[in-house]
């Protein structure tokens, strides 16, 4: 709608892969400023971050529904997504297990 109405918006949000691809007029998300890292940028700072300490493997573990104040679902599975692409590209080996922490049984959380 921003591209409809042409009108600019500022934003802490888009976070996204989407919206890091470079703008052209033609693109859709054109008028779109974001004042934040967006979550590739976060995971290419990360892999660089595991390069200096010489680790080459990663495990990551992520609670998909965390975040509902920021967004209702899926907000750390859609950062996950990104940090594991990003590492995998990097020729990392990386293991990942999306876990429930609202699970009240310690024996499922270890599942």
């Given amino acids: 709608m921003v591209k409809f109405w042409d009108i600019p918006m500022v934003t802490a949000g888009a976070l996204a892969s989407d919206?890091?691809?470079?703008?052209?007029?033609?693109?859709?998300?054109?008028?779109?400023?974001?004042?934040?890292?967006?979550?590739?940028?976060?995971?290419?700072?990360?892999?660089?971050?595991?390069?200096?300490?010489?680790?080459?493997?990663?495990?990551?573990f992520y609670d998909s529904m965390a975040r509902r104040e920021i967004m209702k679902e899926h907000y750390c599975s859609l950062f996950a997504k990104a940090l594991i692409d990003k590492l995998r590209l990097q020729s990392f080996s990386v293991y990942y297990n999306k876990i429930d922490l609202n699970l009240s049984d310690e024996n499922e959380i270890k599942r």
């Avoid at 008028?31 to 940028?41: I, K, Y």
Wanted: aromatic share 20%; glycine share 2%.
């Fill in 19 to 60: 919206f890091t691809a470079p703008k052209t007029p033609e693109s859709e998300y054109y008028l779109l400023t974001r004042t934040g890292l967006s979550f590739d940028e976060v995971s290419l700072f990360l892999s660089k971050l595991f390069r200096k300490f010489n680790w080459s493997s990663v495990l990551v």
